[in-house]
Structures are given as C-alpha cells and as structure tokens.
C-alpha cells in the first residue's frame, strides 16, 4: 500500500530516469488490476450497504462493523479511475486534490484494514468466550476510533504527497525529502499490517478449534471459511509487507539494488492490497451469516 502508484526522491538513494509509464509492463499490469477491483469491487460493496437491512439476524456491532468495512472500501475503490489514468497518462488535477485523494485512499485503507480485525476480535470474543455484545454508545466510540487511528496514521500522506514531472507528464506521488522518512512511514505500516494479520490469523485459529470440539455443530464449512480468510488475508496483505520491510533495509543499508527491486515491485503489491477491498464483500459477508 505505501508505495501503490509513486516515486521516491530520497537524498542518498536515486535511480535512472524511466522509460513512459504508459508503456511499461510494471504499470499496464497494475492498471488492469485496478481495473477489475473498481469494477467488481464497486458495485459488492454497494450491494452489501443496501442489503444492510437483511442482517436482522446479526449483532449490532457486527452490522455496524460490516457497514463500515463496506463503506471504508467503497471509498477506497471510487477513487480508482484517478489513479488508473494517472498510471497510464499523468495527473489532471491540482496539488491539493492529489494529498486529499491520496489521504482519502490511505484512511479508507487503515479503516479497512482496522475493521478486519474488530470483525476477527469480535467472532474471537462471541465464539470462544460467548462474550455479550457492546452496547450501542460504546460501538459508536468503537469505530470513531477505528476512523480516528486511520486519519491519525494517514497524516504523512498529506505531507509527502507531490505534483512530478516526467517525459509522460505530471504525476501525483509520494516524495521523501530525508531516507529517514521513509523508513519511518515504511515501519509503521508495516508494523500496523503485521500485527493485524497476527491478529486475524490468531482469531481465526482459536475459533476453528473452538467449533471443532462442539458436537452441536458439524462445521467443516466453518473451518474451510476461517482457513480462507486467513489465507486470503495473508496472500493479499503480506507480499505489501515484505516488500515494505525490504524497502527499510535497502534504505537503511544504502543498497540501491534491493531498492530498485523494490520500486519494481511497489505497484503491483499495492495493487493487490485493493483486491482486499474487492473480495471484502463477498468474503466477510459470507462469514458473518455463517459465524
């Protein structure tokens, strides 16, 4: 995610100036990518918002989680077409709308992200605890704080955020005055995404131990669904992270070959984080009829 769709100015580290975007195989497949997630991603979550009344069987903080998860990757995936354009062509619009989209996506994202592991928190506490549900004013302060962790962790965004130019044209991307910058920025997300696939993961194990030693259920299905969420968390989310983590350590040993590997690599795991927000209905919603 850090990296989807920019260029990276640090002080000791450079690279040679690029060939067209447009004609780059690093920026059509990403685009394409981008493509479908705004086309199928979209409409899911706009059916899951309306669908919302036929959820009268869930909790209320699940219907508010599931509601706010859906909203979070709408927001993410509307502003797709922008960043699609500016892949293939350049950017067409004013230095201030480039940081507030940006920060818009980055916020959407954190949401995203956070909201995944309330919902995974939540099944933990009911399923292995039978813990009762919140009550409405504490939900209300639950996903206040959700969006305000998210617009607290996105700030950066609206600092390094910058109008470039290249033989295509102006672009809208990240820029890092100091190497420490972006060491800082790549450590904090990558510790937000660790700790929130830890956390997924963990859930969703003791959860599927937990229905296994009930003999009122017979759950296969519950245990094929809580290894597919895993698994689709992980596959999607982890390569962002482990390149993110390589990209400090080309920074802080000054290795401009890990670092090209890196920006190779920036755009098309970024895109793959946008795939969540695509899958995100279909997959959560599923699992929360079925928990």
Request: hydrophobic share 50%; aromatic share 10%; with cysteine.
């Amino acid at each position: 995610m850090e990296q989807i769709n920019s260029t990276v100015d640090t002080v000791n580290i450079s690279s040679s100036p690029a060939p067209p975007v447009a004609w780059e195989a690093s920026a059509l497949v990403p685009a394409i990518i981008l493509s479908l997630c705004f086309l199928l991603g979209v409409p899911g979550n706009i059916a899951v918002i309306l669908l919302k009344s036929k959820w009268l069987h869930l909790s209320s903080l699940s219907q508010n989680l599931m509601l706010n998860l859906a909203v979070s990757d709408l927001l993410c995936l509307v502003t797709l077409p922008l960043w699609i354009y500016d892949f293939l062509w350049n950017w067409i619009f004013s230095l201030v709308a480039c940081k507030l989209i940006s920060y818009l996506v980055y916020c959407s994202i954190y949401s995203s992200l956070l909201t995944v592991t309330s919902l995974s928190v939540q099944r933990y506490l009911k399923v292995v605890y039978m813990h009762r549900c919140l009550d409405q004013r504490k939900q209300n302060r639950l996903l206040v704080l959700l969006w305000l962790v998210s617009m607290i962790l996105s700030i950066p965004m609206l600092i390094v955020s910058q109008l470039t130019q290249n033989q295509q044209g102006t672009h809208c991307r990240p820029q890092y005055i100091l190497d420490t910058q972006l060491e800082a920025l790549l450590l904090i997300e990558s510790l937000v995404g660790f700790l929130s696939l830890f956390v997924v993961t963990f859930a969703y194990i003791c959860i599927a131990r937990k229905v296994r030693k009930l003999s009122l259920f017979k759950l296969p299905r519950t245990t094929r669904l809580s290894t597919s969420i895993i698994l689709t968390f992980f596959v999607l989310w982890l390569p962002n992270h482990t390149i993110n983590v390589l990209g400090v350590v080309a920074v802080s040993q000054k290795n401009e070959g890990l670092f090209k590997l890196c920006m190779d690599s920036w755009n098309l795991v970024g895109a793959l984080t946008f795939v969540n927000s695509c899958m995100n209905p279909i997959l959560y919603t599923y699992a929360t009829c079925n928990m």
